[in-house]
């Protein structure tokens, strides 16, 4: 939140004397959509509560999207095939110390609005989250993916992607791409509230953990908790 500092309130504070500050609210709360800029659109699809920068990690154990083996040198990343045995620079795998990545929640109403989103998708329906970045894995499946190998795939993606919350994690039920990145679907049998404080959104793409945390009493938009 920006907080509205005056010249008055700055003395009163240097001078050690307490006084009230207001936060403003957020763009997002006091424009209408169709009037945020560029630049305010950009900021809430890449640095707000509803879209936040993720935490990466190595891991070469078996993984979940793009392996075509658990201990094979070649992995598959999103059609593209890359030797986990390589040192080159140039090689995705060989340089796995940071990616920049970030976990977004596209079935929030301000993403959607930010987005202009046209998707047929039920939002009602499903949680949808969005990552997007430069991991290797996040592009399409090659065109020579077949429909079982495809459901392989899957089946091993769910094992690894979640959303923690207070109780029992919400489980990844299906998952997409769009111009952005994959997406990621979770039902919304189980409803996130306020009184869950926090969500994380945890999956592995290939031999990358990928963990983004959300405060849920962040996520209010226009009174409502929007996700």
Same mark, same amino acid.
């Not at 994690?169 to 509230?193: A, C, Q, S, T, W």
């Given at each position: ?52 920068? @993720? #935490? ?6 078996? *993984?979940?999207?793009? &392996?075509? $083996?658990?201990?094979? +040198? ?49 939002? @009602? #329906? ?6 997007? *970045?430069?991991?290797? &894995?996040? $592009?399409?499946?090659? +065109? ?84």
């Amino acid at each position: 939140m920006h907080i509205t500092m005056t010249r008055r309130t700055a003395i009163l504070l240097g001078l050690g004397i307490p006084t009230l500050t207001y936060a403003q609210k957020e763009f997002w709360e006091t424009k209408d959509p169709k009037d945020w800029t560029e630049a305010e659109r950009l900021e809430l699809l890449t640095k707000s509560p509803w879209a936040r920068a @993720a #935490a990466t990690k190595y891991n070469p154990g078996a *993984g979940g999207i793009g &392996m075509t $083996g658990a201990g094979g +040198n070649n992995r598959r990343y999103g059609g593209r095939v890359a030797n986990s045995g390589s040192s080159s620079a140039k090689d995705p795998v060989a340089l796995p110390n940071h990616y920049d990545t970030i976990v977004r929640w596209e079935s929030a109403l301000p993403i959607r609005e930010a987005t202009r989103n046209q998707s047929k998708d039920d939002p @009602a #329906a499903n949680y949808i989250l969005c990552v997007t *970045g430069d991991l290797p &894995m996040l $592009g399409k499946n090659s +065109n020579d993916e077949t429909q079982d190998e495809y459901a392989q795939r899957l089946d091993m993606l769910k094992q690894y992607t979640k959303l923690e919350k207070h109780g029992d994690p919400i489980y990844l039920v299906h998952m997409g791409y769009n111009k952005d990145g994959g997406l990621f679907y979770f039902e919304r049998n189980d409803l996130i509230r306020p009184s869950d404080h926090e969500v994380t959104f945890v999956t592995r793409l290939g031999p990358i953990d990928v963990k983004c945390k959300f405060a849920v009493k962040e996520m209010m938009y226009r009174g409502k908790l929007e996700l």
